[in-house]
């Protein structure tokens, strides 16, 4: 090839090069819908678990997740149709490969929902292990709520006290809500949801002790609550 030849050559795939640079740019990838969800792993008498979508690439899950994990906040999940499974998680291939569930739930862009596996895995049990699908409709808290209330309290911490229906005592499980943190106007730092900041809406779900002799963790002794957040004050920065 002559010394020309050469150098056409060169500019031709400089222009292609810079045609396909341009291309890329302007090109602007839809965002599909996505819904939101808290994953909650309640079943008190197995190993960890690993709850994934199956039937698309996706971050929505919960893994090597412990009885009581959960994600505390929401999860955007992509709207239509998920295939989810949970699985054991295990470093032995066979046990990892064991599926616990096996499900497909349509979700609305508009949906928010919580997950939770719950129930007993060992035979016989009751109830025994299952999966519930529990809608959250967070609505704004307003004036005069629980939270409005807390924040003009100082430092008193709010509590979730369970008790069987239609009995104030004996009190069977006590849980202090997180007390969370005012915006910082000085640092420009967001509010975090808590018992006592304004706007804040929480989830409690009331868990059992671990079962004594099982997989799961064995310092869970008494009933207590997981606390999710369904809805935090707005950001300011």
């Known amino acids: ?8 050559f ?3 795939f400089c222009l292609l090069a810079a045609v396909a640079c341009s291309r890329d740019a302007t090109f602007t990838e839809p965002i599909p819908p996505n819904a939101a969800i808290h994953w909650v792993e ?3 008498d197995t190993m960890q678990e690993d709850m994934r979508v199956i039937d698309m690439v996706s971050n929505a899950g919960l893994y090597d997740a412990d009885f009581r994990g959960s994600t505390m906040f929401y999860q955007g999940i992509q709207a ?22 096996d499900t497909t739930i349509t979700f609305a862009g508009s949906d928010s929902v919580t997950f939770v596996h719950m129930g007993f895995a060992r035979p016989g049990s009751t109830p025994a292990r299952q999966v519930r699908l529990f809608t959250d409709k967070a609505g704004d808290p307003g004036a005069g709520n629980v939270s409005a209330v807390a924040a003009d309290t100082g430092s008193q911490a709010l509590q979730v006290v369970v008790t069987a229906t239609g009995t104030t005592a004996p009190i069977l499980a006590r849980v202090s809500l997180p007390a969370g943190q005012v ?8 509010a975090i949801a808590g018992g006592r900041i304004v706007g804040s809406v929480m989830t409690a779900v009331i868990v059992p002790r671990s079962v004594a002799g099982s997989m799961a963790p064995q310092a869970f002794t008494t009933p207590s609550a997981i ?8 950001d300011r920065y």
């Open 1 to 8: 090839m002559t010394a020309i030849g050469r150098s056409a």
């Open 10 to 12: 060169l500019v031709s």
């Open 42 to 44: 309640a079943v008190p």
């Open 80 to 101: 239509g149709s998920r295939h989810i499974r949970i699985f054991n998680s295990s470093q032995d291939v066979v046990i990892a490969q064991q599926v616990l569930v």
């Open 183 to 190: 915006v910082d106007t000085v640092t420009h730092v967001n």
């Open 227 to 234: 606390i999710l957040v369904d809805r935090r004050p707005p």
